[in-house]
């Protein structure tokens, strides 16, 4: 069982920073795919970011590439977003996730329903 606990969210303003951390407990990180998604009131749970435990692979949402990098501090077995150029449009419970469960990664880094663990989310507010 693992047990994921997000942080780092806030009020910020556009144009700012943000790094998101997901701590993990229960079992290492280091053999897990982990991922980061977002969800809006009224609207569909979006893909955000993903990392593979393998090869350290990483995959964005086309609206957060060139803007948003995840990554992975296994010996502090925690996953980092760290949030940069933010806008509006990235107001959003954030949430971490993890473990595909044997799936293969590259086929299903961006589907929520393919994790199997997932924290409690941390809200994220930009202002214009």
């Known amino acids: 069982q693992v047990q994921l606990e997000e942080s780092g969210g806030g009020l910020v303003q556009a144009g700012d920073s943000l790094r998101l951390s997901c701590a993990a407990s229960?079992?290492?990180?280091?053999?897990?795919?982990m991922a980061w998604f977002r969800h809006c009131p009224g609207q569909e749970r979006e893909f955000v970011s993903a990392?593979?435990?393998?090869?350290?692979?990483?995959y964005y949402a086309n609206s957060v590439k060139g803007r948003f990098t995840i990554s992975k501090d296994n010996a502090k077995n925690t996953v980092y977003l760290q949030m940069n150029s933010l806008k509006p449009e990235d107001t959003a419970v954030y949430y971490c996730?993890?473990?595909?469960?044997?799936?293969?990664?590259?086929?299903?880094?961006?589907?929520?329903?393919?994790?199997?663990?997932w924290g409690q989310g941390t809200q994220v507010t930009v202002s214009s």
């Open positions: 229960g079992r290492t990180l280091s053999t897990v795919d």
């Open positions: 990392i593979s435990w393998s090869d350290g692979s990483t």
């Open positions: 996730a993890g473990d595909l469960r044997g799936a293969y990664f590259h086929h299903n880094y961006n589907k929520g329903s393919a994790y199997n663990y």
